[in-house]
């Protein structure tokens, strides 16, 4: 996370709560569109959860099984949110004001917290005030949670396209 031109890869952050759920779909949609837009090299992408309760699991198998039909393979494996993520990413993105609320507090100081985004930010058609979390619910809340990280991903890829050209 360097500022200097194009010298270091720019990095993103997707965080939720079990980091089973959004936050992996929202790696996976994110790194699927970098990849057809040529800048996979150019940004990388991770999550990570506010609770380390899940760590070490793959994403909810429901979550797989709608981002499978959507073609997204989910791979990652749950990881809790660690100081050094404040140093190493340019962009932590929240997925619910809860989330932002606490990676504000975690952040270590004022510049790291001026990284901490909230996703619904970049929606472009679509419009709500966060990801809502689909754990307990149903089948509607996981497709909900792929319709607004595909929308929010497009409005990010803008977003990340305007700093790398300013670096
Ligand atoms: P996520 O969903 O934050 O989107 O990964 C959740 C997964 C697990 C729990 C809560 C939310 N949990 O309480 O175990």
Do not use: W
Not at 18 to 30: Q, T
Not at 75 to 96: A, N, V, Y
Not at 102 to 126: G, H, I
Request: glycine fraction near 8%; charge should be negative.
């Amino acid at each position: 996370m360097e500022k200097d031109c194009g010298v270091k890869e720019y990095k993103i952050l997707f965080v939720c709560l079990g980091n089973i759920c959004r936050s992996p779909a929202a790696e996976e949609v994110m790194r699927v569109l970098l990849a057809k837009e040529g800048l996979g090299d150019a940004v990388k992408v991770d999550s990570a959860g506010l609770i380390a309760y899940h760590e070490g699991e793959l994403p909810d198998s429901r979550m797989r099984m709608h981002a499978y039909l959507r073609g997204y393979s989910l791979s990652h494996r749950s990881r809790p949110i660690r100081k050094s993520d404040f140093k190493d990413f340019d962009m932590i993105i929240g997925m619910d004001s809860n989330n932002v609320e606490d990676l504000t507090e975690l952040a270590p100081d004022d510049e790291s917290r001026s990284r901490v985004f909230k996703m619904t930010r970049f929606l472009q058609t679509k419009r709500a005030d966060s990801v809502p979390d689909p754990y307990y619910g149903g089948t509607e809340g996981f497709e909900l949670v792929l319709d607004l990280l595909e929308d929010s991903c497009s409005g990010l890829l803008a977003f990340v396209r305007q700093r790398l050209s300013c670096r």
